[in-house]
């Protein structure tokens, strides 16, 4: 189960931060033309879902650096994978799976 936690993290992560860089570089996400379900949410607050990609780098920077502390059992890789996953539910379908998955697992393996 220590092994679905990285790799769905690592997932999550890589797919954030290079969707983060991609939308900077090309105003535009990886791809539709129209974000995914997470960008209502957003527009909602009248946010500018195409000036988010700073958020979706530091998300998957922060996604990788758990699945990091996880490998190595670090003290506070629980914590940041509680926070991490409770974050990103937002990340409309992909992300939520992959949060709440973790989110389980962390709390399933902890007991």
């Known amino acids: 189960?220590?092994?679905?936690?990285?790799?769905?993290?690592?997932i999550n992560g890589t797919y954030m931060?290079?969707?983060?860089?991609?939308?900077?570089?090309?105003?535009k996400y990886i791809g539709p033309e129209k974000p995914g379900p997470w960008a209502n949410i957003f527009s909602y607050f009248n946010i500018d879902v195409f000036k988010l990609g700073p958020l979706f780098i530091v998300?998957?920077?922060a996604w990788i650096c758990f699945a990091?502390?996880?490998?190595?059992?670090?003290?506070?890789?629980f914590?940041?994978?509680?926070?991490?996953?409770?974050?990103?539910?937002?990340?409309l379908?992909?992300?939520?799976?992959?949060s709440l998955i973790v989110l389980a697992l962390i709390f399933i393996i902890k007991i």
């Open 1 to 10: 189960m220590k092994l679905a936690v990285i790799i769905l993290s690592l």
């Open 68 to 77: 990091l502390a996880y490998l190595y059992n670090m003290s506070y890789a």
């Open 59 to 61: 998300f998957g920077l």
């Open 79 to 91: 914590v940041l994978g509680m926070i991490m996953a409770l974050t990103t539910i937002w990340y």
């Open 17 to 27: 931060l290079i969707d983060g860089i991609y939308v900077i570089m090309n105003k």
């Open 93 to 98: 379908p992909f992300g939520t799976i992959i």
